[in-house]
């Protein structure tokens, strides 16, 4: 049986509806293929947070989350941005079911030790509903909102959400982005990258922001799959076929 596929969306591919709308042609079109969708959506939070007279803050291209923010985030992510994408996929017969980590128990959550407030480090838990969903042919698009034990909300790196749902299936991860992989100090995509050119690129500034905590994502699920991660644009989604026959496409993130 082929493993499924965890793609992570997020950015302006979110603001994108042609670009959204080829990505999900090119899933409708992966007959063999189990896919799952991991979204953020920074962008529709940052909408939100600004017509609510609140600012954005982020550490190591992470968002930090206030406690009187988290209402206007999960909503905007478990809300307004999963159900446009459920309902962009289900108007294309895709038969999508919108979720968070915390439905069906498949994720726990602890608190961040960063001091980034109300934001989540997640963990695989449950895998029963997603493996019923995939066996039945539906396709889930989850949010990166999730819960700590006592039923408090927190918001994941989108990334890290991706990951986690990765291993909960031991499934292949592609992680796309705004651009074509990651970049090396040449200012060319690099076709590969491991452990130790990452944290020398990081330690020059090269890989910085969101890429940062998106390359240190994609290590921790290469390292714990054993298998490399890519980071590839959302621009090319006629791609993902290559991936799924073997090719390397964007930045091949290599396990240790």
């Given at each position: 049986?082929?493993?499924?596929?965890?793609?992570?969306?997020?950015?302006?591919i979110?603001?994108?509806?042609?670009?959204?709308?080829?990505?999900?042609?090119?899933?409708?079109?992966l007959?063999?293929?189990?896919?799952?969708?991991?979204h953020g959506?920074?962008?529709?939070?940052?909408?939100?947070l600004?017509?609510?007279?609140m600012t954005?803050e982020?550490?190591h291209?992470?968002?930090?989350?206030?406690?009187?923010?988290?209402?206007?985030?999960?909503?905007?992510?478990a809300?307004t941005v999963?159900?446009?994408i459920?309902?962009k996929?289900?108007?294309?017969?895709?038969?999508?079911?919108?979720l968070?980590?915390?439905?069906?128990?498949?994720?726990?959550?602890?608190?961040?030790?960063?001091?980034?407030?109300?934001?989540g480090?997640?963990?695989?838990?449950n895998?029963?509903?997603l493996?019923?969903?995939l066996?039945?042919?539906?396709?889930?698009?989850?949010?990166?909102?999730?819960a700590?034990d006592?039923?408090d909300?927190?918001?994941?790196?989108?990334?890290?959400?991706?990951?986690?749902?990765?291993?909960?299936?031991?499934?292949q991860?592609?992680?796309?982005?705004d651009?074509?992989?990651?970049?090396?100090?040449?200012?060319?995509?690099?076709?590969s990258l491991?452990?130790?050119?990452?944290?020398?690129?990081?330690?020059?500034?090269i890989?910085?922001?969101?890429?940062?905590?998106?390359v240190?994502?994609a290590?921790?699920?290469a390292?714990?799959?054993?298998?490399?991660?890519?980071?590839?644009?959302?621009?090319?989604?006629?791609?993902?076929?290559?991936?799924?026959?073997?090719q390397?496409i964007?930045?091949?993130i290599?396990?240790?």
């Amino acid at each position: 049986m082929t493993k499924p596929l965890v793609i992570k969306i997020g950015g302006a591919i979110l603001e994108n509806e042609s670009a959204l709308q080829a990505l999900l042609s090119v899933i409708a079109t992966l007959k063999q293929h189990s896919v799952v969708l991991v979204h953020g959506g920074g962008c529709v939070v940052d909408e939100m947070l600004s017509q609510a007279n609140m600012t954005t803050e982020k550490k190591h291209g992470l968002r930090v989350t206030p406690k009187d923010q988290i209402n206007i985030i999960s909503g905007a992510l478990a809300g307004t941005v999963n159900k446009a994408i459920v309902a962009k996929a289900n108007s294309m017969k895709l038969a999508a079911v919108g979720l968070s980590l915390n439905d069906g128990d498949m994720v726990n959550c602890q608190l961040s030790p960063l001091a980034l407030g109300q934001v989540g480090v997640p963990s695989c838990n449950n895998s029963k509903l997603l493996d019923g969903l995939l066996s039945s042919g539906f396709l889930p698009v989850i949010s990166s909102i999730g819960a700590l034990d006592n039923g408090d909300l927190v918001n994941v790196n989108a990334d890290d959400a991706a990951v986690v749902i990765c291993q909960l299936l031991n499934a292949q991860l592609l992680l796309l982005t705004d651009v074509n992989g990651v970049k090396g100090s040449d200012g060319e995509y690099l076709p590969s990258l491991n452990q130790a050119q990452a944290d020398e690129l990081i330690e020059q500034g090269i890989i910085a922001g969101g890429m940062t905590a998106k390359v240190n994502a994609a290590l921790k699920a290469a390292n714990q799959l054993r298998r490399s991660i890519a980071v590839a644009s959302w621009q090319s989604p006629e791609q993902i076929s290559l991936l799924l026959d073997g090719q390397g496409i964007g930045t091949q993130i290599a396990p240790n």
